[in-house]
């Protein structure tokens, strides 16, 4: 089975534009979770989507949303691109359903720069 | 609140010593425990995973117990490698209604010289 897709795998952003990643996930996977990664804060969750709804979210701004289509794949979208939103952010994905916590599967990655 | 703590790093070992990485953890419910690595320029692969207590996660020679009554997820390995050089992290998943949420102990950088 092929892994978790992220696209792009790296993005060089100005301050105040926006930005969209991608993420597919592991065929029959239908839950992907959202995750940025920097040297200050550390892995910090940022939403879970699972057939097409966000069933959880962490603690970031409204600049931060995500979406889900009908094929599990994902997007995530960064508005109004801040300096501090530099960072890896990755995409994991599970066959958890409703009920049940599985375990989640790791893309490579996208690197976002915010200049 | 879920918290997961690590022993800070950076860790510097000669190839073949003995590895422990310390984890211990906070949570509300029973929560499943993890150990990610990552390798530079890579995103996380997990190692191996606990959930339930007493379990024991195993894989690549690493070792890790679920301790209830200590709340740690130690992870272990009896000689390192070089290859083992990457930054370990220790993680813990409770959710409810299948929601999935992983929360993150800081990352251990663990060095194994030749």
Redesign the interface.
């Known amino acids: 089975k092929a892994g978790v897709t992220q696209t792009p795998r790296y993005l060089i952003k100005t301050r105040g534009q926006q930005v969209t990643l991608s993420c597919s996930p592991i065929s029959g996977h239908r839950s992907v979770s959202w995750y940025q990664q920097t040297p200050g804060q550390g892995l910090q969750f940022l939403f879970e989507y699972f057939s097409e709804t966000q069933r959880n979210k962490g603690n970031f701004p409204g600049r931060f949303s995500g979406r889900q289509f009908s094929n599990s794949r994902s997007e995530m979208n960064v508005s109004t691109l801040e300096l501090g939103d530099s960072a890896l952010y990755l995409c994991a994905s599970s066959s958890a359903g409703t009920g049940r916590l599985e375990t989640q599967y790791f893309g490579p990655g996208t690197r976002l720069l915010v200049l | 609140g879920n918290s997961v703590t690590q022993m800070e790093g950076p860790v510097t070992l000669s190839e073949e010593a003995f590895l422990t990485i310390n984890c211990t953890y906070t949570a509300t419910g029973y929560p499943?425990l993890?150990w990610?690595v990552q390798y530079p320029g890579?995103?996380?692969?997990?190692l191996l995973?606990a959930?339930k207590a007493d379990d024991k996660g195993s894989n690549k020679g690493f070792e890790a117990t679920y301790r209830k009554e200590t709340t740690s997820f130690h992870l272990e390995k009896g000689s390192v490698q070089v290859s083992d050089s990457a930054v370990y992290?220790c993680?813990l998943?409770?959710?409810g209604?299948?929601?999935?949420?992983?929360?993150?102990?800081?990352?251990t950088r663990l060095t194994i010289n030749p």
């Open positions: 499943s993890f990610y890579e995103g996380l692969q997990l995973k959930t992290f993680a998943s409770v959710g209604g299948g929601a999935q949420k992983l929360v993150f102990g800081q990352g």
